[in-house]
């Protein structure tokens, strides 16, 4: 296996986004509700992780009153995201480092910083990796940004671009920087919806796949994933 260069990288994305149609990026959202919106998306799905986000918003109506509110409260509230325990202690862990170092809950500095020094100022954030500071980059700031969530990690796997064994913190270091920027963001939505749709964890549907033959998997299988 050999790392996939910028053409095989644009020949996928051009694929894909043949097949899905035009991108449409997500509504952008402030830095932080991004930020909570990301840890509210983790290990469920976007339905129920939006409902979340949106019961979250209607029940405290600023970041304040999320960071002082009981943390069984903020559970409670977004119970339907799945982990809610662990998410609105992450959640209260984050507005309280961002207000003790800004003194204020505003990041709004972090437009000005270069995409280095704002990844660095997210990744020091409690509990935030790669992926949510990529989502946040992405989403919110608009930079070139490449997440690598569980889906686009499967893909890259199958497709050869990282080993098998490659973690998807590697998988971002090793994909970051050879992803065209005019297309991080394009691609990286591209292959959720491929990986929702055809490259699944389980039963993957290759004989349907655009990427059929520019994928390790699939040659190696002969493409005899379900239809």
Same mark, same amino acid.
């Given at each position: ?50 409902? #979340?986000?949106?019961? !979250?918003?209607? /029940? ?7 960071? +002082?509110?009981? %943390?069984?409260? =903020? @559970? ?56 949510? #500071?990529?989502?946040? !980059?992405?989403? /919110? ?7 690598? +969530?569980?889906? %686009?990690?499967? =893909? @890259? ?71």
């Amino acid at each position: 296996m050999t790392a996939p260069d910028e053409q095989d990288i644009i020949a996928a994305q051009r694929r894909l986004r043949a097949c899905q149609g035009t991108f449409v990026p997500k509504p952008r959202l402030p830095v932080i509700d991004e930020l909570v919106a990301t840890v509210l998306s983790q290990h469920t799905s976007d339905t129920n992780s939006e409902r #979340a986000f949106a019961q !979250l918003k209607a /029940s405290f109506p600023s970041w304040q009153q999320v960071r +002082d509110a009981p %943390v069984e409260e =903020v @559970a409670s509230t977004i119970r339907c995201g799945g982990i809610a325990d662990r998410k609105a202690r992450r959640i209260q862990q984050i507005l309280s480092a961002i207000e003790h170092r800004e003194g204020s809950l505003d990041v709004s500095r972090l437009l000005d910083l270069d995409d280095a020094a704002a990844e660095a100022y997210l990744l020091s954030l409690p509990g935030v990796g790669r992926k949510t #500071a990529a989502c946040v !980059l992405a989403f /919110s700031m608009g930079r070139a940004a490449f997440p690598v +969530d569980t889906h %686009v990690h499967r =893909v @890259a796997i199958r497709l050869g671009w990282v080993k098998a064994n490659t973690t998807a913190d590697r998988a971002h270091e090793l994909l970051a920087p050879r992803v065209p920027p005019s297309i991080a963001y394009d691609l990286h939505l591209a292959m959720i919806t491929h990986g929702r749709t055809i490259c699944r964890a389980r039963q993957p549907r290759c004989g349907m796949c655009v990427l059929r033959d520019l994928c390790a998997y699939g040659s190696a299988t002969g493409g005899s994933g379900a239809g």
